[in-house]
């Protein structure tokens, strides 16, 4: 079971031991981890205080995903301008 309340995507990079991560489903979320791992771990934890911040803000909190996907893929680059 996907123990996460929004959808996460992890993008490994060029280094080994580094990776990114976001939520679609969660706006201004975002994260490093040296893991895969790592990243579900620091995301599990890392969307509670994101959500917790945008209440004390009075800002809006999206609803849960009910059917979370974690996504794995390669960074996407930005094309040179």
């Excluded at 079971?1 to 929004?6: A, K, Q, R, V």
């Excluded at 990114?20 to 934890?45: N, Q, T």
């Excluded at 995903?65 to 040179?80: F, G, H, M």
Aim: aromatic letters at 10%.
């Amino acid at each position: 079971m996907i123990d996460l309340p929004y959808s996460l995507v992890i993008e490994a990079t060029e280094e080994p031991d580094f990776f990114g991560f976001y939520s679609s489903d969660l706006e201004g979320f975002s994260g490093i981890g040296h893991s895969v791992e790592d990243c579900l771990f620091k995301a599990r934890w890392g969307m509670k205080e994101h959500v917790e911040l945008l209440k004390e803000k009075n800002l809006p909190v999206p609803k849960r995903n009910i059917d979370p996907k974690i996504i794995i893929q390669n960074e996407r680059k930005l094309a040179a301008a």
